[in-house]
């Protein structure tokens, strides 16, 4: 499976000189006034944000998406993306600091381990393993083990229950938070812009049974933004491979509690608590429960605290469509699957929050465990020479219309 490599073209900056001449008299040129030094480009990562636009269209009569801000330096997370709403001008889709702020947040610090900060706000990308993997904790309390297929695989404990930083440490959110993105390019298209790069991930830091590569792909135009991942295994040996997004979805309003959800899932993954949100390997029907978010315009998020994941999942048109609407905005925003191998929605919407991240994913929270038994959890077998793309879209309505 192979996707396209465009190139940018640079814009050109033209400088206008103004000439002035004495009254009646020759006189030599005047020095040219001079010009604002250009804003320097913030890197974060070590790389440079890049920020893809368009220009509105619609003199704001129309709903169309305006920019997307990528970093690069930090696995091509999505960090903010903008739309034009009626009434409302340009508004943020995703809950997201300053880039000054990110920038301060994503430092490599203690609270940066593994790249952890990347996934506190904006968009990053989960690959090879999205959610929790849970394992026996090694002696220093550094790493976590499990198997697949036999083979063991040693990966970094990140994380840990919310409540006791010292219990229940695991595995969170894959392996390529803190990743530099290689060969990056910019390139216009038909009403927007195109961004792709690639991060040779290998084997994961040596965490991983072979050697992958990760293309990306993510466009804007005025009615979608489109993200596409292409992991192909270059390595020997098979390998398990799963790929995920963990978009913060603003609530403009700010007023949650009239937000409307919709998830078009059957059933939802049990747990042990919130504070670990471990799988219990339990699936329940969620018809008749807090979970059952299946109505067309979607129920209101009111008071409940969310961090499930929710699966036999119903398409529209071939895509797993949740939505996210938030009426007292006029604003609401399609989260579109269009993979086949994604088969579970993952939703985190605690009540203090204005925000809702939606992360349409392969598998199931840990994929591995003996819970699940002999059951498909998700994760796809890439046999030496072979890809898998993941691949969602994000539309723009109005509540109601």
Same mark, same amino acid.
């Given at each position: ?22 009254? $009646? !008299?020759?006189?030599? *040129?005047?020095? @040219? ?5 250009? /804003?320097?480009?913030?890197?974060? =990562? +070590? ?39 009626? $009434? !409302?001008?340009?508004? *943020?889709?995703? @809950? ?5 702020? /990110?920038?301060?947040?994503?430092? =490599? +610090? ?39 297929? $036999? !083979? ?250």
């Amino acid at each position: 499976m192979s996707i396209r490599n465009p190139f940018f073209a640079a814009p050109l900056v033209l400088a206008v000189v103004g000439l002035m001449a004495g009254c $009646g !008299k020759s006189s030599e *040129p005047a020095p @040219a006034a001079s010009q604002p030094a250009p /804003a320097p480009i913030p890197q974060i =990562g +070590g790389a440079p944000v890049v920020k893809l636009t368009r220009p509105a269209t619609s003199n704001g009569q129309q709903m169309e998406f305006l920019s997307v801000t990528v970093l690069p330096g930090r696995g091509m997370n999505v960090f903010q993306i903008t739309a034009n709403v009626p $009434g !409302k001008g340009e508004i *943020p889709i995703l @809950a997201s600091p300053t880039l000054e702020e /990110a920038a301060a947040k994503l430092d =490599g +610090g203690p609270a940066d381990q593994n790249g952890n900060a990347s996934f506190s706000f904006g968009g990053a990308f989960l690959v090879p393993y999205p959610n929790r993997i849970v394992g026996p904790l090694s002696a220093d309390g550094n790493t976590i083990t499990t198997k697949w297929h $036999g !083979k063991t695989i040693t990966l970094p404990a990140n994380w840990h229950n919310s409540d006791d930083p010292t219990k229940n440490k695991h595995a969170m959110h894959g392996l390529i938070l803190a990743s530099q993105t290689e060969n990056v390019q910019t390139q216009p298209i038909a009403d927007g812009q195109s961004l792709t790069g690639i991060i040779h991930a290998g084997d994961f830091g040596g965490h991983w049974l072979s050697q992958t590569d990760l293309s990306f792909v993510i466009t804007l135009t005025g009615s979608a933004v489109d993200a596409t991942i292409v992991a192909k295994n270059v390595g020997k040996e098979p390998e398990p491979m799963a790929i995920g997004w963990h978009p913060y979805f603003a609530i403009p309003s700010g007023d949650r509690k009239q937000a409307l959800l919709h998830i078009p899932g059957q059933q939802v993954a049990a747990i042990n608590n919130y504070q670990d949100v471990f799988p219990t390997g339990d699936l329940q029907a969620v018809k008749g429960t807090k979970y059952d978010f299946s109505a067309a315009q979607g129920n209101a998020l009111d008071d409940i605290y969310l961090d499930d994941n929710w699966s036999k999942l119903t398409r529209t048109n071939g895509a797993v469509d949740v939505t996210l609407a938030d009426p007292a905005s006029a604003y609401g925003v399609h989260i579109l699957g269009l993979s086949p191998e994604i088969r579970t929605v993952q939703v985190y919407a605690p009540p203090t929050k204005q925000f809702a991240a939606i992360e349409e994913q392969f598998n199931f929270g840990d994929p591995f465990g003996k819970e699940w038994g002999s059951m498909n959890t998700g994760m796809v077998t890439l046999e030496p020479g072979k890809s898998v793309e993941w691949h969602v879209r994000l539309g723009l309505f109005a509540p109601g219309k």
